[in-house]
């Protein structure tokens, strides 16, 4: 029997291989083996592809995708290819419709038949065309060098011509391949988690062809594929571990699916008076520059104003809202298996999130915040009765302007104004459909807009209401005695305000130019900067710490104590003098009222003592910094670290932990 050339697939039953391009012109590049697969047992119907980010339409020969903004792509199936070589070692293959197939297949089969042992010869056959429907031009026929066999497409021309045309080799089956991928996907276990990630500041510009740097969509693909990378190898690592010691082998890893929710092009559609109003301003000159001007810091101004914001949060909102649909339609089991979902917001998303985050707050816990016409937490707005608008009232009004922030408001004397929310023309009702069992902001300005909006009166008049509260509880017969121990000695230092979601972890590198804390607001007005807690570094578990790291703290530890030790005898005894005054100061001055407690009565009161803050939810804590290189400068640093975030291993070790199947709460982070 001779040879063939170009039969990759020898079996009798061919099996079609699908394939995708995006336009005219692309390579057609073939679907993951598993898709295939479930494509060729769909009879024709539709099949989610991808792990169900997409929808393979077979009767319309196209894949639309069901969580990104992406143009349809073209699909086909084909068992017959043609081999158009490039060099020597490099070739492309083009699929044979599946009408040519069929006629290409034909021939083929009565060559096999007639080279057989009970063949009647292949003379008869190497004289046979198949002329292509898809092209005319071209005709396919059975040609033999030497003892080898194969199925050649040449240009439709006779006599001499037709020796010098194109000619190109059939290839039978597409081949051995691998999607870039698949195989960790194929290990991993059910999906137990779904992360909304929230995009920042430039989508409009990272989105364009022309552009080098990943949009949201690729940063979300590109995460998940090395989060699964990370978890298949750790897995196998363990199965090892186990067949040595003959131990059973561990349950594969749990998926974690990671859906953008794309805000920018919705809100900056090229149709919009605004967008056209922008253009018509651009001046023409430093195209690149203004460029940068219009599609990454004009976000941010949008963002500022009452009327844009309020258009981002309801898009956002909106489409997590379609999207989690979305999502348990395609995975109707999720929900009932105990599946999670948790919000990423990166740079301005991270303010989305937040502000999505109070939004809900404000919708599910109206009676959280006590407030009445005595008590200094209300709504701020238009004049209400006797200018104070109340959680109590705020429904009752129809024309707040400022919707539904929440503010803390004190004497006429000593005023404060703040909200730690959005600020919007009216107030929003829709909200997300879950409490997100997590939320981590990545690179995060939100403690820049919570001082803009004057939020740390407002946490700090919550801390004061606490306590006065926690006081209250402690009977105390004789009003012109001291306050109670309680009240006196431990006061109350972390604000009580949340947000409804599991856990906060507000992630930043320390290079970052975008990023601040949030810490800081949730404390007393009156702690001194030195005094505040440093950010912990972040790690999966909250405990393991580089040794370069742990050498540096040592190092700094170490200098401040030779500061000390290097005191002067008279420095230290004048320090000493001084505070004995300061506090002989404090007690004839001191007044047994508990709205008396000061500012620097708040002094030295974080030194020494751990401290929780109830935003962080199940974490004590809420910033958290990646931990530096060990060779690290940070003004080097600060160019690339805005965009690190979604492929810094720190980061993604840490989202692995704390997405595992196990119960969150057993893996606390202190």
Request: proline share 7%; aromatic share 8%.
């Amino acid at each position: 029997m001779p040879s063939w050339e170009g039969i990759e697939d020898a079996s009798t039953m061919l099996p079609r291989i699908w394939l995708t391009r995006t336009k005219e012109g692309d390579v057609w590049k073939p679907l993951r083996k598993i898709d295939c697969k479930a494509l060729n047992e769909s009879r024709g119907e539709e099949v989610f592809i991808e792990g169900g980010r997409a929808t393979a339409d077979p009767k319309n020969g196209t894949i639309r995708y069901n969580f990104i903004n992406r143009p349809q792509t073209k699909l086909m199936p084909a068992t017959w290819f043609t081999r158009e070589e490039k060099s020597s070692k490099e070739f492309v293959l083009h699929p044979l419709p599946e009408m040519d197939s069929w006629q290409v297949e034909l021939l083929y089969q009565n060559a096999v038949r007639a080279s057989s042992s009970l063949g009647e010869g292949i003379e008869d056959i190497l004289k046979e065309e198949v002329i292509l429907e898809s092209d005319p031009n071209f005709k396919v026929m059975l040609c033999r060098n030497g003892g080898v066999l194969s199925l050649k497409k040449r240009q439709k021309t006779s006599g001499f011509f037709s020796l010098g045309g194109p000619q190109f080799t059939l290839q039978r089956g597409y081949g051995a391949y691998s999607v870039e991928g698949e195989d960790d996907d194929n290990s991993l276990g059910p999906l137990t988690h779904v992360v909304f990630v929230i995009h920042g500041i430039g989508e409009a510009m990272w989105s364009r062809e022309d552009v080098d740097t990943l949009c949201m969509s690729e940063e979300c693909d590109r995460m998940r594929a090395n989060i699964s990378k990370k978890k298949v190898a750790t897995w196998r690592e363990e199965c090892k571990k186990c067949e040595k010691a003959k131990k059973p082998l561990p349950m594969p890893p749990n998926r974690v699916e990671f859906l953008p929710i794309e805000w920018s092009n919705k809100i900056r559609s090229p149709g919009q008076s605004l967008m056209t109003s922008l253009t018509s301003v651009t001046l023409r000159s430093i195209p690149a520059l203004r460029a940068i001007a219009n599609d990454v810091i004009f976000d941010v101004l949008m963002y500022l104003t009452p009327e844009y914001c309020e258009a981002i949060i309801e898009c956002v909102t909106t489409q997590i809202i379609e999207q989690y649909s979305t999502f348990q339609r395609i995975h109707p089991t999720f929900v009932a298996r105990g599946g999670k979902c948790s919000i990423i917001g990166h740079s301005l998303g991270s303010v989305i999130a937040w502000d999505i985050l109070s939004i809900l707050k404000d919708n599910t816990e109206r009676n959280t915040p006590k407030g009445n016409e005595s008590d200094p937490i209300n709504v701020d707005g238009d004049n209400l009765q006797n200018g104070v608008y109340t959680l109590s009232t705020l429904d009752k009004s129809a024309d707040n302007p400022l919707g539904y922030q929440a503010c803390a408001k004190g004497s006429e004397n000593d005023s404060k104004h703040g909200t730690w929310g959005p600020c919007l023309p009216k107030k929003m009702t829709r909200i997300i459909p879950f409490t997100p069992h997590m939320t981590i902001f990545l690179g995060s300005p939100v403690g820049l807009f919570l001082t803009l909006r004057g939020a740390h009166a407002v946490f700090d008049e919550m801390r004061a209401i606490a306590e006065a509260e926690r006081a209250s509880l402690i009977p105390c017969d004789d009003e012109e005695a001291d306050p109670p121990p309680v009240f006196n000695a431990n006061p109350i230092i972390c604000s009580p305000f949340s947000l409804p979601t599991g856990a906060l972890y507000n992630i930043f590198h320390p290079s970052d130019p975008v990023s601040y804390r949030i810490e800081p607001l949730l404390l007393p007005e009156g702690v001194a900067n030195d005094e505040l807690p440093p950010p912990l570094f972040l790690s999966p578990d909250g405990k393991t710490i580089r040794l370069h790291v742990k050498a540096r703290q040592v190092f700094n530890n170490f200098g401040s104590l030779s500061e000390i030790f290097n005191k002067s005898v008279e420095t230290a005894a004048a320090a000493a003098a001084a505070a004995d005054k300061e506090a002989a100061s404090k007690m004839e001055n001191f007044d047994s009222s508990r709205q008396q407690v000061t500012k620097k009565s708040f002094e030295g009161c974080i030194k020494g003592k751990e401290v929780s803050f109830n935003l962080g939810g199940r974490s004590s804590r809420v910033d958290f910094q990646i931990q530096p290189g060990v060779i690290d400068n940070e003004y080097l640093s600060a160019v690339t670290a805005h965009s690190s975030y979604f492929i810094h291993d720190d980061v993604i070790d840490f989202i692995i932990f704390n997405t595992k199947t196990e119960e969150f709460e057993s893996n606390d982070i202190e």
